[in-house]
């Protein structure tokens, strides 16, 4: 699976758009964009997904770049519950064999008033 | 729909004890994953398992057992319970290319 390279924090204001980005420069075709966060104490929490468009649900947009080679997790309207670990994590998505994920340090994101 | 259900939430044992960590999904799930999450640190996989019957070794898997005898359950046993193995343990499954679905975890103290 492709190495990511994540900022290891970051600041944004209640109610302003978060802007994560994440660098996967050695992402291959067949793999996928996958971005999780983790809120102190608990277990992660999937938050969306992408090959190579651009992606939205109700929690946040993901934005890859033509290239592939990075990506942009996009927070609309950050609140102090966003306040968590950001993980950006590419791999293939193998339905018949092994499949896991490899964690970085991710990004610490820090929604204040 | 109860998700990834782990018990216990908090465990403390004496060094050399064994102990059984549960991990239960109710959405049939076909692969399941044990990680463990020492202070400060990403997750590291220990054990996962593709389905039914296959396990597999992570990262991290010396000290541990797993079985998967049917596809809800996904105990993971420590053998002989060592400080280093203190940390927070998550199970984790999935089905085809979405994400995971993570169980609240357990914090385990071994003393």
């Known amino acids: 699976d492709a190495k990511t390279t994540q900022p290891p924090s970051m600041d944004c204001a209640e109610g302003r758009a978060a802007n994560l980005p994440c660098n996967h420069s050695t992402i291959s075709g067949n793999e996928y964009v996958y971005w999780y966060r983790q809120i102190h104490s608990q277990g992660p929490q999937y938050i969306i997904h992408?090959?190579?468009n651009n992606e939205t649900n109700e929690m946040a947009s993901l934005i890859i770049t033509e290239d592939r080679k990075s990506s942009t997790l996009i927070l609309p309207h950050a609140t102090l519950r966003d306040t968590a670990v950001y993980y950006c994590i590419v791999r293939v998505a193998r339905t018949g064999t092994a499949s896991k994920l490899t964690f970085g340090t991710g990004t610490r994101l820090q929604v204040t008033l | 729909n109860a998700g990834v259900t782990q018990t216990p939430k908090f465990q403390v044992l004496k060094t050399g004890q064994s102990m059984t960590l549960q991990c239960a999904q109710d959405m049939n799930h076909e692969y399941m994953s044990w990680y463990r999450q020492d202070p400060g640190m990403g997750l590291r996989l220990i054990h996962y398992s593709v389905g039914a019957g296959i396990t597999d070794q992570g990262e991290v898997p010396n000290g541990y057992n797993v079985s998967r005898s049917t596809t809800e359950d996904f105990p993971l046993r420590l053998l002989s319970a060592a400080p280093s193995q203190t940390s927070v343990y998550f199970c984790?499954?999935?089905?085809?290319?979405?994400?995971?679905?993570f169980g609240s975890g357990t914090r385990l103290t071994v003393v």
């Open positions: 984790a499954s999935r089905q085809g290319i979405y994400g995971y679905t």
């Open positions: 992408g090959l190579k």
